[in-house]
């Protein structure tokens, strides 16, 4: 298998890989857990793991981050410094270049302070910039672990208000709620429960992975850390955590009472980001109702979002070329590793 470019997003808590053939395809999806709060031992260790894994012939390898915001750094330009030297350490640099939003690609050796700022957290412009390119107008929604992305696509273009995370927090463009890693205790402080509006501690009791878990929508492959209080991985143990959410026991009452109220905080999850997704809405980017474009793990929030607002569904996946799961990953999972990739080939 001749393998031409391999595209890597390094967030602050996960490491991700796609790997295109010589004709576009992907062939490999990857994702290694990358604590980069730790320290960057923990980058150089994740890339090592996933080289392991890569077929080893000679190609191009193209980089977008967001672990410049892990709290080992000083400062996002640190960040950024710091990451590409580690991955100038691992990865060959003749064939090396990095993501540079509106600046394009940038080879590594090439790149200097003045481009920092271009390459923080540069990744979700790369995969609304991939889909527009493909599909012309839609709302492009990305769910990952921790975040949430929402941009208005029309006429094959991006318009985003916001460039910065600052910026975009304000625009609600990116909201910070995630299927997996974000804490129950983030969503809201109250839920409804057996009938009563019951007040949430505000404890790392429990993530929303528990959540997913007891309402049967998490793929256990995209929960990748350990639970909040280091137990196993079940439906009872979830229930046994969201249930401390509340002060409760949850041998107290049934599973099902602790799955309607993993319900009722999904509820509260995805009344936030239809929020975000109305603000875009309401800036008539469209002469019709663009479809909603969902990627990352969390993509079944999107399915139910068109659902609610009465709209089109369209899969990440649904633009590239039709090829089977990695290890329980599929290429929407990894969609800025994918879409780097992609742009890098044109």
Not at 65 to 85: H, K, P, W, Y
Not at 148 to 169: C, K, S
Not at 301 to 321: C, E, R, T
Request: aromatic share 8%.
């Amino acid at each position: 298998m001749q393998i031409d470019v391999v595209g890597w997003d390094i967030g602050g808590a996960h490491l991700k890989a796609v790997v295109l053939d010589a004709q576009g395809a992907p062939v490999q999806v990857l994702q290694h857990p990358c604590p980069l709060w730790k320290g960057l031992d923990q980058l150089q260790s994740a890339v090592n793991e996933l080289l392991k894994i890569v077929p080893p012939h000679p190609v191009r390898h193209v980089i977008t981050m967001t672990g410049e915001l892990a709290d080992c750094f000083q400062s996002r330009s640190e960040g950024v410094e710091q990451i590409l030297n580690v991955m100038k350490s691992v990865l060959p640099v003749g064939n090396l270049s990095v993501y540079a939003g509106s600046l394009g690609f940038l080879h590594i050796d090439s790149i200097n302070e003045g481009n920092y700022q271009a390459i923080a957290s540069a990744n979700w412009l790369a995969s609304a910039d991939y889909a527009a390119k493909q599909c012309g107008n839609g709302l492009f929604i990305d769910i990952g672990s921790t975040t949430t992305d929402i941009l208005a696509l029309a006429n094959g273009q991006v318009l985003a208000q916001g460039l910065t995370d600052y910026e975009r927090l304000i625009t609600r463009e990116l909201i910070y709620t995630g299927v997996v890693r974000t804490a129950v205790m983030a969503i809201a402080n109250r839920f409804f429960f057996k009938g009563h509006d019951v007040g949430v501690m505000a404890e790392y009791f429990a993530t929303m992975a528990d959540v997913y878990r007891l309402t049967e929508e998490l793929d256990e492959a995209h929960d990748q850390y350990e639970t909040a209080d280091g137990a196993e991985k079940t439906r009872q143990a979830s229930a046994k955590r969201l249930a401390r959410m509340i002060g409760q026991e949850w041998q107290d009452e049934p599973l099902f009472s602790w799955s309607q109220l993993a319900q009722s905080i999904r509820a509260e999850q995805i009344r936030t980001i239809q929020l975000g997704c109305e603000r875009q809405l309401s800036r008539s980017c469209w002469t019709q109702p663009p479809p909603l474009i969902g990627a990352g793990v969390g993509r079944f929030l999107v399915k139910q979002l068109a659902v609610n607002m009465g709209m089109s569904y369209m899969d990440f996946n649904d633009l590239l070329p039709n090829v089977p799961e990695t290890s329980g990953l599929s290429p929407a999972d990894c969609a800025p590793a994918l879409a780097i990739a992609f742009l890098s080939r044109s």
